[in-house]
């Protein structure tokens, strides 16, 4: 049941933990966006350089002022308007652990609307580190089937929830607001 598999996945993100989950795109390793050390277990496992941004699901746009300290008022008519998945990377982060904050004191941020994810973060009560399941470099998971066994293993707790979709899913589009409303799409 939906429910039980949030409530054990809240569980093991308050206690540190790392968590493989299906999000409004990917698949994604996920933790407790606030926990520096949940941050650099999630870097760990995807053998990335922590120097390289993941982004942040929230599940409403209410919690982006939380996490960003002066928030374009664009931002809010692209969440409005978006027909898709769009992770949006501001600037000014705070309220997050400073190694999920890249050098220039940006992140991203994406409002999902898919259920669980959804669910996940309401019930978390805070920001979900969201970052696509495969080693850094390696192409990313469309589906649960195509997660490496070597993924799975790394982390806490496995979602059972839509592991057997078969429709391949898709990144979200990227664009970063700069001072003074200023978009640049990084990927559509």
Do not use: H
């Not at 496992?45 to 209410?62: P, Q, T």
């Not at 993924?151 to 970063?176: N, Q």
Request: net charge negative.
């Amino acid at each position: 049941m939906m429910k039980d598999e949030i409530k054990k996945a809240c569980e093991v993100m308050q206690k540190g933990g790392i968590v493989l989950y299906p999000t409004d795109t990917v698949w994604g390793i996920g933790c407790d966006a606030t926990n520096e050390e949940a941050v650099k277990k999630v870097f760990e496992i995807k053998k990335r350089a922590d120097s390289k941004a993941m982004l942040v699901l929230v599940d409403s746009s209410v919690k982006v002022d939380f996490y960003v300290q002066d928030v374009p008022n664009v931002a809010w008519d692209l969440i409005d308007m978006t027909t898709k998945p769009l992770t949006i990377i501001y600037d000014g982060a705070r309220n997050l652990a400073s190694n999920l904050i890249a050098e220039d004191g940006s992140v991203g941020i994406r409002v999902t609307s898919e259920e669980f994810s959804k669910q996940l973060c309401f019930g978390f009560r805070k920001a979900i580190v969201s970052t696509s399941a495969n080693i850094s470099g390696q192409p990313s998971p469309a589906v649960f089937s195509e997660i490496s066994e070597e993924i799975k293993d790394a982390v806490d707790y496995v979602v059972d929830y839509r592991r057997d979709e078969k429709e391949a899913a898709k990144p979200s589009s990227i664009i970063k607001l700069g001072k003074g409303g200023t978009i640049k799409i990084i990927r559509e």
